[in-house]
Nanobody
Framework: QVQLLESGGGSVQAGESLRLSCTSSALLRVRNMGWFRQAPGKEREAVSCLTWRGDSTDYPDSVKGRFTISRDNGKNTLYLQMASLKPEDTAMYYC???????????????????WGLGTQVTVSS
């Protein structure tokens, strides 16, 4: 089992930055990892994923150029640096780990079997 704990969320003004962290109980370098978000009344969507090799998947247009995913293998921690935040970025942000090790290349939810409880990000205009 993989346990994930997100932190770093909060309430900010538009244009400000936040860095989310996700601490894993298991090694990050053997699994694909991802950040997903769900806004009220909307379906959960992928924000960014990092393969076990360290390659990031393409970012959706809504966050491209503003969000950056990274990891620290020594700390077993995944990060999401968010800049120039917009009110439409308001959502619960979830960290997820792939069900299998050394596999998968996509950011599809079906590949992720371990999820954190989420951290809330609220951006006001």
């Amino acid at each position: 089992q993989v346990q994930l704990l997100e932190s770093g969320g909060g309430s900010v003004q538009a244009g400000e930055s936040l860095r989310l962290s996700c601490t894993s109980s298991a090694l990050l370098r053997v699994r694909n990892m991802g950040w997903f978000r769900q806004a009220p009344g909307k379906e959960r969507e992928a924000v960014s994923c990092l393969t076990w090799r360290g390659d990031s998947t393409d970012y959706p247009d809504s966050v491209k150029g503003r969000f950056t995913i990274s990891r620290d293998n020594g700390k077993n921690t995944l990060y999401l640096q968010m800049a120039s935040l917009k009110p439409e970025d308001t959502a619960m942000y979830y960290c997820a780990a792939a069900s299998s090790t050394y596999g998968g290349t996509t950011c599809a939810e079906r590949e992720f079997g371990f999820w954190g409880l989420g951290t809330q990000v609220t951006v006001s205009s």
